[in-house]
C-alpha cells in the first residue's frame, strides 16, 4: 500500500512537473517551415507554419533526404538576391531568432556554395556560411540568437554575397524570450576585477555553447525553450578527480533564483562535483575549455544546484573564469537557502585572439572540509556579445554590408575600408543619414516577403 501511495505520489509530481515545463507561452512565437507552402511539426509538439510565397525567391526539395531527418529540414527557400522578412512584434524584449541549416542538392542546386549575411535588426549576426560546412551537410544545424526588439517589427535580411549569389535557409525562428533570461547587468571580470557591466540585455547575444554538465543532452522536447543543451565531456580537460552525479528528486526553484525558463529539471538534476573521500581536501580543479573567436566580449553564465550535499554549509568552493578568480568560498546554501535550490551567475570576459579558448574552472577553497562535496557545476552557457560594429561576425556593419551589394567596382578595396567606414557610420550621425538615404535609392530588391501575422497563421 505504501508503495503504492509512493508511486502515485511519484507519477503526480513527474506530470505536474512536464506540465509546468510546457507553461511558458511566448506573445511573440513564429516557427516558419522555409521553403514550403505546407505546415509541419518538428518534435511532435512544435507546429512550424508554411512560408509566405513571392516570386522573388525559389521553394526547393531535397528530393533524397536522410532517414529519420524532420521533415523541416526537406525544404530551403533560396534567397538570389538581399531579402527581408519582416516579423510584426507583440512584445517588446529579448526575442530568440534561430535559423535552422541543413545543406543539400537539388535540381542542380548545390546549398554547400552559399555565401551570405544575415542582418537581423540592424546587427550582422552572420556572415561565414563556410564554417558549417561539411558539419550541415549531415547534421542540420541550428543557430541561436537573443536579440532585443524595440519596436514594432523585427527585420531578417539574407545578403547572399556577390559571388555566390546563393543563400538559403530551412527554417526560422522568432519567439519572445522569458523577461528573466537576459538580465541588465552582469559582472565584467578583466584583470582579476570584478566591475558592473551594465546594459547586457542590449547587446545582440549568439549562443556559442549551452551545455548540461555529468548528464546526457537535453533535447529542445525537455526544454520548455526548445534548447539543446549537449554533454560536457568534450569541454572537460581531465576526468581525473571529479565524477558525474545524478539526483533523482524534485528541484526547488525559487524566486530570486534561476526559473525553470532559465534552466529546465534536466540540467539541473545533473552535476560534475570534486568529492573528498577521507581526512583530506583534494588539491584539484575540474577545468572546461571552449573555443572561441577572439576579439569579441563573451558572456559565461555558470549554473549551480547544490543537489549532491547531505546538509546545508557544507560546500565551500572557488569558481574561475579564464583563470580569473569569479567566486571565492562560494557557499550555495548561503545564496539559495535550500539545497537543490538553482542558482546562476553572469560574468561578462574578453575573448582573447592569441588563445582562441575560454576557460572555466572549479576547485576547493579554503573553507572548503574533508569528507564532503568540495565543488560542483551543473552547466555552463558561453555566448557571444556584438562587437562596436554591432556584428557578432566580422568587423563589417550592417549598412556596409548593404551598400557594398552594389558597389560594382574594386570590392577588394572597399573591403578593407570596411573597418573605418563602420567607425564612421557609428560616429557621425550625419554621414549615417546620408549613407541611408543613399541605400534606400538603390535597386536591390527590397521586401520581397513581408509576413504579416495573418498569412504566418495561416
Ligand atoms: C552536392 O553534390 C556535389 C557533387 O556530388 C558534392 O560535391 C557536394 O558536396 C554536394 N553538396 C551537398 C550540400 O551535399
Ligand atoms: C570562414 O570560415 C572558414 C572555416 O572556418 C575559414 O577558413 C575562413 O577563413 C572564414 N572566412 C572568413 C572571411 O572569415
Ligand atoms: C526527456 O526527459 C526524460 C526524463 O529525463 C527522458 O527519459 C526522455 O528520454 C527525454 N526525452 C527526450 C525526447 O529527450
Ligand atoms: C586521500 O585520498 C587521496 C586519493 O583519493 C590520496 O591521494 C590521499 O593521500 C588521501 N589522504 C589521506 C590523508 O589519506
Ligand atoms: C585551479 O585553477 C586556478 C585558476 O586557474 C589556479 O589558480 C589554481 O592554482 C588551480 N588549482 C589547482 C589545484 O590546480
Ligand atoms: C553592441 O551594440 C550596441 C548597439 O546596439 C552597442 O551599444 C554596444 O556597445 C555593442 N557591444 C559591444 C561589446 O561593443
Known sequence: ????????????????????????????????????????????????????????????????????????????????????????????????????????????????????????????????????????????????????????????????????????????????????????????????????????????????????????????FNDSLWRTWVPDDQFLKSSVGSEKYYFGGRINYWVGGASREVGPDNVYNTARLIRSKNDSVPNVNMTWVFPIVGGYKYLVRLHFCDIASISMRLLYFNVYVNGQLAFEDLDLSLVTNSLAAPFYADFVVDGDVSIGALSVSIGPSKSSLPHVIDGMLNAVEVMKLNNTHKSLDGDVCADFVLKSRRSRGNTGIFLTLVAAVCIVLSLSIVIRRRIIESRESVSWSRLPVNLSENNVKG
Open 1 to 220: 500500500m505504501k508503495n503504492h501511495l509512493f508511486s502515485l505520489l511519484f507519477i503526480l509530481s513527474f506530470s505536474t512537473l512536464t506540465v509546468f515545463s510546457h507553461l511558458f507561452s511566448p506573445p511573440d512565437n513564429y516557427l516558419i517551415n522555409s521553403g514550403s507552402t505546407l505546415p509541419t511539426t518538428l518534435h511532435q509538439n512544435r507546429p512550424f507554419t508554411a512560408d509566405s510565397t513571392s516570386s522573388h525567391t525559389l521553394f526547393i526539395n531535397n528530393q533524397n533526404p536522410l532517414p529519420n531527418l524532420p521533415s523541416i529540414y526537406h525544404t530551403a527557400r533560396v534567397f538570389t538576391k538581399p531579402t527581408k522578412y519582416s516579423f510584426p512584434i507583440k512584445d517588446k524584449g529579448t526575442h530568440f531568432v534561430r535559423f535552422h541549416f541543413h545543406a543539400f542538392n537539388s535540381s542542380n542546386l548545390d546549398l554547400g556554395r552559399a555565401q551570405f549575411q544575415i542582418l537581423v535588426d540592424g546587427y550582422v549576426v552572420f556572415s561565414n556560411f563556410t564554417r558549417f560546412l561539411p558539419d550541415c551537410q549531415t547534421n542540420p544545424r541550428v543557430v541561436e540568437y537573443l536579440i532585443w526588439v524595440d519596436s514594432e517589427k523585427l527585420s531578417i535580411v539574407f545578403v547572399p554575397n556577390e559571388d555566390s549569389k546563393l543563400a538559403f535557409v530551412n527554417a526560422i525562428e522568432v519567439i519572445s524570450a522569458p523577461k528573466d533570461l537576459v538580465p541588465e547587468t552582469a559582472q565584467y571580470l578583466s584583470s582579476g576585477n570584478l566591475k558592473s557591466f551594465d546594459g547586457l540585455n542590449n547587446q545582440a547575444l549568439e549562443v556559442v555553447y549551452r551545455v548540461t554538465v555529468g548528464g546526457p543532452k537535453v533535447t529542445p
